[in-house]
């Protein structure tokens, strides 16, 4: 939280006066919780309804009405305002039952009050700004549907993969045939746009204030395959980078082709293939497989040469100039590349410059989940770096 930040609202119920009182004191002590009391379930929900609370903590074992039928009325009356169950009973199936209708956070008595107390804080805070997050993309895709209806040509939002969601306007759902928005879960998979690979390079290679053209294929309802020519810019969605795309028809050509026409990934490629910044793609293991023609030339290298081989030793150094283990961070973004989505590390050149690049990272996976390669996309940032 902001030091500026108004603090949160925070509704404590235990049937222990002595406890809640203990809870109070410490939760307000951090300057991060203003804390309400109930010494019961049925006492909270006629506090609920006076009030706005930003989160629930509540003991699991009260009479009359326990922790887990408070959360079930919480969550039937009043939605999905953060819940923690804070109880000194550890049993298997309450958690269980607790985590079925929709607890947040599960956190057991015991111990130095201190730790306890700071650890309950900090599941309060990580729930409330989950929360917020999940309720300002519900936000945001409203904010999208509207706009793509006041749109006359069909349109579409999609993300990275071919399991991401389509915001699309009526007018794209009519074009593939089917009634409603809202009443079609869309998917990339549905209007076979692209293999994952080429999308998320296309995605890479976009610079905000780009417009490309691509002629390429959607899949009908009644399986048909109708060319189009979209016209794609890279907008930030959903704290990711999307693409905002809007189709119409290709001049001379005629529209609907036989049921499993392949979509075009040819322009897709050459897009790719001159985009203005660094685009590379490696195997998990740190192999080379692809390196654009911008790579070719900011690196001095031909395809030829770096293909096949390692990242490091090639345009990495295994060491950086201040003695960082630049094999073991590229090590740890073939693990796990979205906890690296964003880098910077030095790198060199074929006749041996030292340069400073930002890197963005993504993964590719296989249809069983599994990484099969990352695409880096890299623009240099040594001048910058140098002025600072």
């Known amino acids: 939280m902001s030091l500026m930040s108004p603090p949160l609202l925070v509704l404590y119920v235990d049937d222990e006066p002595s406890l809640l009182d203990i809870g109070k004191i410490y939760l307000e002590r951090s300057g991060i919780c203003n804390v309400t009391v ?4 049925f006492t909270a929900l006629e506090l609920l ?8 903590i509540s003991d699991y074992q009260m009479p009359d009405m326990d922790g887990l039928e408070l959360l079930i009325a919480v969550r039937r009356d009043y939605g999905n305002i953060p819940f923690i169950i804070f109880t000194g009973r550890g049993r298997e199936e309450v958690f269980i039952e607790a985590v079925k209708s929709g607890v947040d956070f599960y956190v057991q008595k015991g111990g130095d009050p201190g730790v306890q107390f700071a650890e309950l804080i900090h599941k309060v805070v990580h729930a409330v700004a989950g929360r917020k997050a999940e309720n300002f993309i519900e936000n945001e895709d409203e904010t999208y549907r509207i706009l793509l209806e006041e749109l006359k040509e069909p349109a579409f939002i999609t993300g990275k993969s ?12 009519s074009l593939l045939g089917l009634k409603e928005a809202g009443e079609n879960d869309l998917m990339l998979t549905d209007i ?9 390079m296309l995605i890479a290679s976009l610079q ?21 020519r979209f016209k794609i810019r890279r907008i930030a969605f959903r704290g990711d980078m999307a693409l905002f795309v809007k189709a119409g028809e290709i001049p001379g050509e005629k529209n609907i082709m036989e ?4 979509p075009g990934e040819d322009e897709l490629s050459q897009i790719i293939e001159n985009a203005s910044s660094i685009i590379i793609k490696w195997t998990p293991d740190g ?4 390196f654009n023609s911008f790579a070719e030339k900011f690196f001095g290298y031909e395809k030829s040469e770096v293909l096949g081989r390692n990242l490091v030793g090639t345009i990495v150094s295994a060491r950086d100039n201040s003695g960082k283990d630049l094999g073991g961070l590229i090590a740890q973004i073939a693990r796990d590349p979205g906890s690296f989505t964003n880098n910077e590390n030095e790198n060199i050149t074929k006749d041996g ?4 690049i930002s890197w963005t990272n993504s993964g590719i996976f296989d249809r069983t989940g599994e990484l099969c390669g990352i695409v880096s996309v890299g623009n240099e940032i040594t001048e910058r770096f140098c002025k600072k």
């Open 49 to 56: 309804k006076e009030g706005k609370f930003d989160a629930i």
């Open 38 to 41: 109930a010494e019961s379930g």
């Open 353 to 356: 410059r030292t340069v400073l």
């Open 287 to 290: 192999i080379l497989t692809y």
């Open 208 to 228: 905000p204030e780009d417009e490309k053209y691509v002629d390429s294929g959607i899949v009908r309802s009644d399986g048909t395959t109708l060319r189009l």
């Open 162 to 173: 071919s399991d991401s969601s389509v915001i699309a306007n009526k007018t794209f759902f």
């Open 192 to 200: 076979g746009i692209g293999d994952d690979e080429h999308r998320l």
């Open 259 to 262: 049921s499993g026409s392949g």
